[in-house]
DNA sequence: AATTCCAGAGAACAGTTGTTAACTGCATGG
DNA sequence: CCATGCAGTTAACAACTGTTCTCTGGAATT
């Protein structure tokens, strides 16, 4: 199913990869909506024309973005949530799942979190419907769980919309920490996953009443 | 205690405001970080050095506005959280209060849910600093319910944040209704309200047995 | 009434932006 | 091997940006 590139396409990929790379770099310290095509070529060392050879604006680079940056993410959510072992185990295993995620692609993270609700339509719509797809997928493994007996379908997803969310939250929270001074780093760290555990512990038993 | 300011002080003021107004109605289809100084003094219709008497830069307007956009929010949220009424009745309450805020200063709504995690270091900081406040008030409101009986400190303000989080998170939502095709409208604030109905029962219910 | 103060105006600055057009050189397919 | 395609270059454009300095008119102070 997959072709050898040839040596002319792979060399177009690797600069729109640079591009990508470029925009995500600089996005640590501004928004989409002000993020200028010649700064980005600039970035990349290739003349300012050549960014319409992969895009049509900076808008529709920050759409690929949420692709880069959400798209592979669906097989570890599937997996997170389908992990087995206790409760408890499972809370502080989601977590630890998400703060190494956040040390990995911290771009990435602060990305999403800053343009879900930035100045940029397209992405903001990108972004929607990705976590859209994300909620739907928390839904199903919700499901196969017997705690979900004789749960309708709305509430099993707005259960998974606020799953959601809650990760994302506690993803940003990680960033913070990651960002703030490098001494209180760690006991930062600690403390913002003592929260989400709590907050996720006090979900999950809400979800295990809410049929009373 | 209030002075009647002179003539000179009031018009200073009124057209500090007016460079207020006019960078959040241009803030509705872009982010802080590209907003520029000039395109702000030119919605207003005065020279562009005549915004220096006003703000150092635009980060400065946008601390501003953080202040003008929650600051004013605190004795509602105090209101909002000690309502009587039995526990169905206070969680549609909220939701309506919120929806009818949402419906009032929507563009509030908007710059604080879009700068949030913005480009802006000191604008983040001063709505973070806000948030607390407000998660701070809330644990207060949370520790007079006789619910809140043998909880920690640390819990209290967990579910505190909590709250803080699914009400900006519901605001959000109610904006995104009221920006979509003006048909569907109606029927898209009725499913956020529903929504957000469910979720706060469901955080409702955890807190009940929180202790168990 | 004379003086000081200061919000805003005006002009100019060097530097930036997105977009256009015509080009070059090299990998590709006939 | 030669003709075509196309990623990236070069040059130029009008428009825009933040910031500085100088000036002005009228309110505030004395």
Known sequence: MSHTLGIRQAQKQKTRQALLDAALALLEEQSLSSLGLREVTRAVGVAPTAFYRHFRSTADLGVALVEEALGSLHPM?????????????????????????????????????????????????????????FAEEVKDELAKDPVSEGWSEDDL?????????????????????????????????????QLAARQMRLIGLGRHHWLD
Chains 1, 2 share one sequence.
């Open 77 to 133: 959510i599937r997996t997170t949530v389908s992990t087995t072992g206790d409760r408890e185990e499972r809370v502080t295993r989601t977590i630890d799942l998400i703060a190494r995620h956040v040390d990995g692609y911290p771009a990435h993270v602060r990305f999403i979190a800053r343009e879900r609700h930035g100045g940029v339509q397209p992405v903001r719509e990108a972004i929607r419907d990705q976590l859209a797809r």
């Open 157 to 193: 997803l707005m259960l998974a919309h606020l799953y959601v969310d809650q990760m994302l939250s506690t993803a940003s929270l990680f960033l913070e920490a990651l960002e703030g001074p490098r001494e209180a780093r760690p006991e930062r760290t600690r403390q913002v996953a």
